[in-house]
């Protein structure tokens, strides 16, 4: 039991955790309830900056570029436009990519090393004391099994067994039912930003992928109230599209499609004793401003160096109160400023609308460095932990780039050149490429320590 930690959940936000942890020498089993081999639905189509600079730092992101098409504007109700092109990161857009691409990387890295799956199996119960957890699961025959860990992670999404179990509430509410998606080929393609806009009667979106693909999709007033299980045909993604656009832009071919409702929701606490939630099992929120899969990867990020080090006997149990601490905060926010984006998005009544007009032109004129922090937040490279605790941005090393030095899965402390100064397991040496006299201290996830 000693050193090992189950995860539940193979989406994006375990697969990332279970590689870092595997890095670190814990011994890492994942439980998913699907069978092998079934990749997740991709509703995230969309990876964020700082999400890019996390996948930076294990040696990811370069591969995943290919995969998408790099979006550096997002254009919300034809009067506000958001530029990422100006943010300062190596990673200055957002990449269009289906969710498949984003854990086919982060698969691969988690089987290199060592992590082991246990696919078709449901957890059915869950006990923890304080030695450690034991979860209990049902495989594909209905055989009932054990497993004995040191920390448990539920990262298996909106109707996670791990919370249930542990009994925490998600409070909140559905804010928008009967989402409908698609994957669609586009004969008149509109230009390559990614656009949000809503009429009276619905809000739609539309998204490029790099493959000729585009993802559409959005809402309508008249289908508010139906099921996630009905069927979906893709006439009816073409009304919603049409309504708000225009246009269907002539879609054809889907190659996948999908309804579903959005909810808000965010657990009090993301950790009880030696069970810990991330991802959406501790917050759900509005799909606006795709930073659903994004939020549950810097999640990850920032509970997989903690949990490493407290497992491997580095650190005290201390040290994971300050995921909550660092992480709930976030999680709060994202729902609040994606929630606010969603209900302009669906303003219908001309107080509501005009108010929105307002709005966006009032954004568009904003001064540069409020800008800046609406796309901080956005993009994700613009939230801190606290005053000492902020993003440190891609620096130029003697020996390369501050990204390529965190894949060690280490602190990394940067000193003045020409000093000399002994690192250890724990912590990557390495020196300005100027003549900084300064040293700086960077955690695991690319903040200061």
């Not at 609040?336 to 307002?358: D, E, I, Q």
């Not at 005053?387 to 390369?400: A, C, H, K, S, T």
Request: proline content about 4%; overall charge negative.
């Amino acid at each position: 039991m000693n050193g090992t930690v189950t995860i539940v959940g193979s989406g994006p936000t375990g697969l990332l955790l279970a590689g870092d942890l595997a890095a670190a020498g814990v011994s890492v089993t994942v439980i998913e309830k699907r069978p092998a081999g079934i990749s997740n639905l991709t509703r995230a189509f969309g990876v964020h900056a700082r999400t890019m600079e996390q996948l930076d730092a294990r040696g990811l992101a370069d591969a995943l570029v290919p995969t998408g098409r790099k979006v550096t504007e997002l254009r919300f109700f034809d009067s506000l436009a958001l530029d990422f092109s100006g943010l300062h990161t190596r990673f200055p857009y957002l990449l269009a990519t289906p969710q498949f691409e984003v854990e086919k990387l982060l698969l691969r890295r988690a089987v290199e090393h060592g992590v082991t799956f246990r696919h078709g199996a449901r957890v059915t119960g869950l006990s923890q004391d304080d030695e450690g957890v034991t979860v209990e699961f049902a495989g594909q025959d209905g055989t009932t099994e054990t497993l004995c860990s040191a920390y448990v992670v539920g990262t298996d999404g909106t109707h996670s067994a791990v919370r249930e179990a542990i009994g925490l509430p998600f409070p909140g509410h559905s804010v928008i039912k009967s989402i409908v998606l698609a994957d669609v080929r586009l004969t008149e393609e509109p230009d390559r930003a990614v656009a949000v806009n809503g009429s009276e009667r619905a809000i739609a979106f539309a998204a490029p992928f790099s493959d000729g693909y585009w993802r559409v999709g959005g809402w309508q007033r008249t289908h508010a109230d139906v099921a996630d299980d009905e069927p979906l045909d893709l006439a009816e993604v073409r009304a919603v599209v049409e309504q708000v656009f225009g246009t269907d832009f002539g879609m054809h071919d889907a190659r996948w499609t999908s309804r579903f409702h959005s909810d808000e929701r965010q657990v009090p606490t993301y950790r009880v004793g030696r069970v810990l939630l991330a991802g959406d099992a501790a917050h759900t929120h509005s799909p606006v401003g795709g930073q659903g899969m994004n939020t549950g990867l810097q999640d990850a990020a920032n509970l997989g160096w903690k949990l490493a080090a407290v497992v491997n006997g580095q650190e005290g149990e201390e040290l994971l109160d300050t995921y909550q601490a660092e992480r709930h905060p976030i999680g709060r926010d994202v729902i609040r400023s994606s929630g606010g984006m969603l209900r302009f998005a669906m303003a219908h009544t001309p107080a509501w609308r005009a108010l929105r007009t307002v709005a966006s032109l009032t954004v568009g004129r904003l001064p540069a460095a409020a800008t800046r922090r609406l796309l901080g937040r956005l993009s994700g490279i613009g939230y801190a932990y606290g005053p000492g605790v902020r993003r440190v941005p891609d620096i130029r090393l003697q020996e390369g780039r501050l990204y390529e030095a965190l894949r060690a899965g280490t602190f990394v402390r940067v000193v003045p050149r020409g000093q000399e100064e002994p690192g250890d397991e724990r912590t990557t040496i390495v020196h300005w490429a100027s003549d900084r006299q300064d040293t700086l201290l960077v955690r695991p996830d690319g903040y200061t320590a």
